[in-house]
């Protein structure tokens, strides 16, 4: 007959099996995105100022807010990823694990990366990159990075990504949430409207609420 101190065990080890957290995935996309992807030309350009300061939103869209399929980009557009490059070269960047994993798992040259993931710790990361936990600590994270830097010369805080970063930002935009201990607010969005030019229109994923964004612009 089992005794109490057997059934406390049991107890013990039943909780522990429905807290231990599920395998990581590697940080690498894990379905197959399309062989050719559509080509896509900028057919609008958001560019919005909510506030003063460094943090700030990128991305680009398709004209039904798509951003993403199978872990990478629905499309290829070199005159957005040479904007994107422009914009972001020598800044902080923050973007959610599958973004990061997009990026083949290495940070973008000449860009701070600050990881953002409740799974994964600084030793699932390569040692260049920063792990945050939430959007809040990534840009507590790169507030104390910017101090590294003179004043005057600081840089911006890009977020990068993916769906859930972008949700985040955005409804805050509009609710006048702040970020971090700093109170940080979302200073600018800048948004490429992307449609497709060559190839059929994919069936995104993932997406971003252009109607926010829109909302946002008529409020500006
Ligand atoms: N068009 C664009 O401008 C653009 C930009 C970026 C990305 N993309 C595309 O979007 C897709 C990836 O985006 P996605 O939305 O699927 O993934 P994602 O946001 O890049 O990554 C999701 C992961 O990030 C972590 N995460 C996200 N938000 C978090 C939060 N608030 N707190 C803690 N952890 C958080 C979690 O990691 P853990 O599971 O490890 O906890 C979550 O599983 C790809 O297809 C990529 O190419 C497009």
Known sequence: MATKQDLTQAAANKEEATVVAPP?????????????????AVVEEIRLTLAPGPLKLIAACDLA???????????????D???????TLDQIIVVGAKT??????????????????RLRRPADLPAAVHWARSLDNAVDIAAELRGDWPANSAPDIWLCGGAAIYAEALGAATTGRLFGHAGMP???ILINVLSYVEGAAPSCDTWLDLAAVQTLNKQD
């Open 24 to 40: 990581l995935s590697p940080l690498q996309p894990l379905r197959q995105p399309p062989a050719q992807k559509p080509r896509a």
């Open 65 to 79: 807010g798509g951003i993403g399929v199978a872990g990478e980009l629905p499309w290829t557009c070199p005159e």
């Open 81 to 87: 990823m040479r904007w994107f490059r422009a914009t």
């Open 100 to 117: 990061f994993a997009s990026f083949g798992g290495r940070p973008l040259p000449r860009r701070t990366t600050i990881v953002i993931s």
């Open 186 to 188: 979302l200073g600018q």
